[in-house]
């Protein structure tokens, strides 16, 4: 069964699924579509559902009331709160909460978790509505062109748990949406309209009922009320209504601009159109986007037009046909307009996901924010707007949305940040790029969108700038959509497989959550499978597990090499055969706790150098990932650049300074709802936890995560950390290698030591050590240069012995001087070999060059020697005999070979006369 199966079924039971006391009171009647036979309830008899109506609300809003973004929020907030909602606080844009997603697609996601596969509500207020910011990058090609389509909008979100205290299901639900569209908006009854229709989402579905006026859907009220699919699904115990309505739209119907756009981003579509000085053609443009807001997307129409005509490129021509103008004299008019409102959409999606803690890159949902980003940057160059700086428009946003998102102006100078740094990337890959588009234009080649998709990706080259460099003639209606598409799907981790034999065993008791000190322990065998894995009733053995390697040790005299958990039983992988531990017996095990108490520290060190790192470098630092050894942790954080060694040394200080005042490292289980509400998603550093409970590992005052390793119990029991390496290992990702208490002692003890052997070696003491290397290094290069002056005057010299030492080939003019050397390097025979054949113009010079790392072979041949062999022949010659490979030309060829060959280096030289030899026959 599908969706319009689904529908049918619903539709065929209105007084059960559709039908709302409000329907008869005001007299709402039920009426079918005449053209795709939709059912819906509206006051006047109508021919056919919204979805076939014109956006005649343009121009004629059919209201009284005019309402802004912000001010429709405020009344809309306003009404709940006296009809006894809670409204609650934006949930982040990125979605930290779902491994499923990158950003918030929709209201209700705010509230799923996803656990075992099912989707599960945790609702933190009953009924509560909420300004969900969203954010979808399926369609960005239509924003900015279509007059409504975004890349970032509010859904409001109204949300009630029916079965629960305070809850309502769909009589009151309706009711209050009525009076929202009648009372806060001032629409009058006969202008609504409510279409029966189905929301299917994640593992849960229902009967909703969307409403409209004239033509423009405002929202969709869904009862949630199965769970499972169309095909297999029963009653949900707790009933959700999940009533989404954007708020952008129910702006726009009490204002009836031309665009949503005019209405939606307050004054920052007029400043950015005093900033371009741009002339408005007041006349043409509302007309143009009169028709082109009513007739873009699944609900289109027109005489002249196709139905669902999917993207503004496609009706441009239609609505000039109908303008009486010329296509090109139109675009001409419009194009500065949906330039300005692409900006505006754009800045305020960056605004958004950055103060969220985003950052535009190269992979995961960062991608997008770079497309935007990127979009946004080329679509200003090309306007030749050089007055206009993204980050300006961002505070504009940000000035008009304070009453709204107050929380944004904590960030506002970090979203500068950020902006400044990827406006800065986005010069550098465009002037690598200059080069290319001009020689695409050269060869002439037709791109297709395979060839721009290739071209973004792996040189971040914008269609827009081929497009201004005439390198191609049209960007082409899915290029964006296509990369966001390849972009937009997160792989949640695969679960792993299971171990065959460890299915249906009960769960193991952990220990190691129970007493974390606790290094000894009785337990009974359960199973033992291909007498290799062993599992217990029990046990303290820490599995590998949140980037934390295994504990070792022993059970009974075996010895534990790998521990791992499938489900919740922990599994022991004992080198030996495990042929004593047979089911039922009751053995000891005991943990490697030096190794475990090791890598606790390390453990407990990443936490506090992550938070360490989002102190000091900005609110974007996440942790990517993490490794925890016994030597040393490693810590991989989100962060735009590499890092500098003044911020390494300051990140170090933090943590330290927190190692210096001794916190208490407390870990208690909570209801992972009220975990969330307490300390926000920051506390997902490591992952979601995919369960009901979450353990949060709270070092007081510092860091809060949830966290299933082992920790201290104070922070002063890490002694040190020390940083001991940072680079940058992809867009986006900066790794941080560190050590820990003895770890971190070793590692100081090992340097000291490499110092010592510098120090006794220059012989010099510590304080000196730095001068007297710098003065060593000086040394060094004054050396060097005498021996280039001493082989500039001695080269001729030994030029000329070279010659006489050199041994006449019988019956030929040629001459060969071979020599091995293990003293002189390359330099010494570049200069006499070059010289002793420019002398000795029938003589062959090979030099086999041996050093610790590999043995060089290089060869000069005199000019008159070149018509018998070359250069590049003997030295590959050589070099095969040697093990290795070379190669050159007429007068100069090198090679080289490997150490081992040392021995064969008497045969690879008399391998030349040979050689010789053989070409004088030819
Ligand atoms: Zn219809
Ligand atoms: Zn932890």
Excluded at 192 to 215: C, H, K, P, Q
Excluded at 571 to 589: F, Q, S
Excluded at 645 to 664: F, Y
Excluded at 907 to 914: K, Q, T, V
Aim: one cysteine or more; charged letters at 25%.
């Amino acid at each position: 069964m599908g969706k319009k199966e689904l529908t049918t079924l619903f539709s065929s039971d209105p007084d059960r699924y559709y039908r709302v006391p409000l329907f008869d009171q005001i007299g709402f009647s039920r009426q079918r579509c005449s053209k795709c036979g939709k059912f819906f309830w509206s006051i006047s008899n109508k021919e056919s559902c919204p979805d076939h109506e014109y956006y005649s609300f343009i121009g004629s809003p059919p209201t009284n009331r005019r309402l802004d973004y912000v001010s429709t929020w405020k009344e809309i907030s306003d009404y709940f709160r006296t009809n006894n909602h809670s409204i609650i606080g934006r949930y982040p844009v990125v979605c930290r909460w779902r491994d499923d997603l990158y950003f918030t697609i929709a209201s209700i996601i705010d509230f799923q978790r996803i656990i075992g596969g099912k989707v599960v509500f945790e609702i933190p207020a009953n009924p509560l509505v909420v300004p969900q910011m969203c954010m979808r990058f399926n369609d960005v090609e239509n924003v900015g062109l279509s007059g409504r389509h975004y890349t970032s909008f509010c859904m409001i979100g109204q949300i009630s748990s029916a079965n629960s205290p305070g809850g309502y299901w769909k009589d009151k639900c309706i009711e209050l949406d009525y009076g929202m569209l009648t009372t806060v908006l001032g629409i009058k009854p006969e202008e609504i309209t409510f279409v029966e229709d189905v929301w299917m989402g994640a593992g849960a579905f229902g009967n909703s009922l969307e409403y409209f006026v004239r033509g423009l859907e405002l929202g969709n009220a869904v009862f949630t009320e199965f769970e499972g699919n169309e095909n297999n699904f029963r009653i949900m115990k707790n009933k959700i209504i999940d009533m989404g309505a954007g708020l952008e739209r129910l702006s726009w119907i009490t204002m009836g601009t031309p665009t949503s756009y005019d209405c939606s981003f307050g004054p920052v579509v007029n400043k950015l159109i005093e900033l371009t000085g741009l002339r408005e053609n007041p006349g043409i443009v509302s007309k143009y986007y009169e028709i082109m807001s009513g007739n873009i997307g699944e609900d289109s129409l027109g005489s002249d037009l196709s139905p669902g005509a999917s993207n503004a490129n496609a009706i441009r021509p239609v609505i000039a046909k109908r303008l009486g103008m010329e296509e090109g004299v139109l675009a001409g008019i419009i194009s500065p307009y949906e330039a300005i409102y692409t900006i505006a959409d754009h800045t305020r999606t960056l605004l958004f996901a950055i103060a969220d803690g985003s950052l535009p890159s190269n992979v995961g949902g960062g991608y997008n924010l770079r497309i935007i980003l990127r979009r946004a940057l080329s679509i200003l160059e090309r306007a030749g707007w050089k007055n206009i700086r993204l980050e300006d428009i961002t505070d504009s946003h940000m000035d008009y949305l304070r009453q709204m998102y107050p929380e944004l102006e904590e960030h506002r100078d970090d979203v500068k940040i950020i902006l400044g740094i990827e406006s800065q990337r986005y010069l550098g890959a465009r002037e690598r790029t200059t080069a290319l588009a001009a020689s695409i234009k050269k060869v002439k080649k037709k791109l297709a969108i395979d060839d721009l998709i290739k071209m973004y990706e792996s040189d971040g080259v914008t269609p827009e700038y081929l497009l201004e460099a005439g390198a191609i003639e049209n960007i082409p209606a899915s290029f964006y959509s296509r990369l966001a598409t390849l972009h937009s799907e997160r792989t949640p981790a695969r679960d792993q497989k299971p171990l065959i034999g460890s299915e249906g065993l009960t769960a193991t008791r952990l220990l190691y959550y129970e007493d974390e000190s606790m290094h000894e322990f009785e337990a009974m065998v359960i199973k033992v499978i291909d007498s290799k894995y062993v599992v217990l009733d029990q046990t303290a053995f820490y599995p590998r597990g949140g980037g934390q390697e295994p504990d070792k040790g022993r059970l009974d005299s075996f010895e534990v090499v790998e521990v791992f958990k499938r489900g919740d039983v922990v599994l022991h992988r004992v080198r030996n055969a495990a042929t004593d531990l047979v089911e039922g017996k009751v053995i000891r095990g005991k943990i490697d706790a030096q190794r475990r108490s090791s890598i606790t520290k390390h453990h407990t060190a990443t936490h506090i150098l992550n938070r360490a790192a989002r102190t000091n470098l900005g609110p974007w630092v996440w942790q990517n990932s993490a490794f925890k050894e016994q030597d040393y942790g490693r810590l991989d954080i989100t962060h735009h650049s590499a890092l500098s060694r003044e911020q390494i040394k300051r990140i170090e200080n933090s943590a330290n300074s927190i190692i210096t005042g001794n916190l208490p490292v407390l870990i208690n289980i909570h209801d992972r709802g009220e975990a969330e509400q307490k300390y926000t998603f920051r506390i997902y550093q490591g992952g979601v936890a995919p369960t009901s409970n979450v353990r949060i590992v709270n070092i007081e005052g510092w860091d809060i995560e949830a966290c299933g390793g082992t920790h201290v119990k104070r922070t002063g029991e890490l002694g040190l950390i020390k940083i001991t390496k940072s680079e940058r290992i992809q867009d986006g990702v900066v790794r941080l290698e560190f050590v820990a208490a003895e770890s971190a002692l070793n590692y100081v003890q090992e340097l000291e030591n490499s110092l010592n052997i510098i120090m006794q070696s220059l012989s010099s003491n510590k304080e000196k050590v730095v001068e007297s290397f710098l003065k060593s290094m000086e040394d060094t290069d004054l050396s060097k240069k005498k021996v280039r002056t001493i082989l500039k005057r001695v080269t001729p010299l030994l030029a000329k012995s070279v010659s006489s030492e050199a041994k006449t080939l019988p019956g030929s003019v040629l001459k060969v001087y071979s020599i091995d050397d293990h003293q002189l390097d390359d330099e010494f025979h570049i200069s006499v070999g070059q010289k002793s054949v420019e002398l000795d113009k029938s003589l062959v010079y090979v030099a086999v060059i041996t050093k610790d790392e590999g043995i060089r072979v290089m060869v000069f041949v005199g000019e008159e020697a070149t018509r018998i062999i070359k250069a590049g022949t003997i030295a590959k010659e050589v070099s095969v005999h040697l093990g290795g490979s070379g190669g050159g030309g007429e007068r100069f060829g090198q090679g080289g070979g490997s150490i081992e060959y040392r021995g064969k280096i008497r045969d690879a030289l008399s391998s030349i006369e040979e050689l010789i030899f053989r070409n004088i026959e030819k």
